[in-house]
């Protein structure tokens, strides 16, 4: 496999490494993936993280296997399966994986194919995210303030990123907007990753607390919001980040215009609706306290109970427009042209 780069992910001489998004901001630690279950527990553990980079990250880790001269048919195989079940919501790693699947099955089981595709996914994802930015970035204007939920830059993509990615471009372009970052409990996504990235690009903004966004609203201080996606089921309904949902009851109260931005590897057209998603659950321990590169920070008592569910639903009659890499659709264009 040649050698590939971008933010959070690369492949080079050999060896794939991620970016530990675990210890952002405060380290920026490259982990080496040498094995299937390296990458697996790499996934599960949210050392690489955001739909599309999963997606990606899985793909290389397949095609690293199957380089080993010594891995059979069979054993690719499995390992692809075995990295299908490592996060169930984003329906990126699954789609990724079959692509792979479909080229090396299609080619006689030739690994060269399953290889060069991998590589045609990583490339690809960039060219996703430039996409999706110029059909987003014309929605921003000139001293815009704009609310994003969790982190969907570069660490998630191979490129500049979806909703951030738009956001970023806008910026680049003069447009000077300003960000509210939603800190993104439990795991702060956003106050950890997106104002990090927006530091890197120079980008004003400020951290807010989850629970902040209503006042800002009401006080009319956000002008748009933009989230990304884990999955976008055929009628428009979409899961992502935990609170996704919150922001675009708030915003439609509000009157605030509601984007999701997300390449076509997000949009699940077997999945009729957001009821048929699955929603990953995640270890109580992410609630009841915090695990970051200075160690464990508890609150909680040890018997208390805990529901952690790491996605929510947002119905589709919430959103204002769905940007994909083909265009801008409103829901009642994006059911016209992807549902039925």
Known sequence: MKNLASMGLKYENKRLLVLNQQVLPQQEEWIISNTIDEMIQIIKTLKVRGAPLIGVAAALA?????????????????????????????????????????????????????????????????????DIINH??????????????????G???????????????????????????????????????????????????????????????????????FVGADRIAANGDFANKIGTYNLAVLAYYHKIPFYVAAPYTTVDLQCKTGKDICIEERHPDEIKGVMGAFGKVTWSPQESQVYN???DVTP?????????????????????????
């Open 309 to 311: 569910p790491a996605f």
């Open 62 to 130: 397949l095609a690293q296997y199957a380089e080993q001269e010594e891995t059979t048919a069979k054993q690719i195989i499995n390992a692809a399966n075995q990295l299908k079940q490592a996060r169930p919501t984003a329906v990126n790693l699954s789609f990724c994986i079959d692509r792979l699947l479909a080229c090396y099955q299609k080619s006689n089981a030739d690994r060269q194919v399953l290889i060069k595709e991998a590589e045609i996914v990583f490339e690809e994802d960039a060219k996703l995210c430039h």
């Open 136 to 153: 987003g970035e014309k929605l921003i204007a000139k001293n815009d303030s704009v609310l994003t939920h969790c982190n969907t830059g």
């Open 155 to 225: 660490l998630v993509t191979t490129g500049i990123g979806t909703a951030l990615g738009i956001i970023i471009h806008s910026h680049k372009q003069g447009k000077n907007p300003h960000v509210f970052v939603d800190e993104t409990r439990p795991l702060l996504q956003g106050g950890r990753l997106t104002a990090w990235e927006c530091v890197k690009n120079g980008i004003s903004h400020q951290i807010i607390c989850d629970n902040m966004a209503a006042s800002l609203m009401r006080e009319g201080k956000i002008n748009k919001i």
């Open 316 to 340: 589709v009659d919430l959103i204002t427009a769905i940007i994909l890499d083909s265009g801008c659709y409103s829901p009642l264009q994006f059911q016209q042209t992807f549902s039925f």
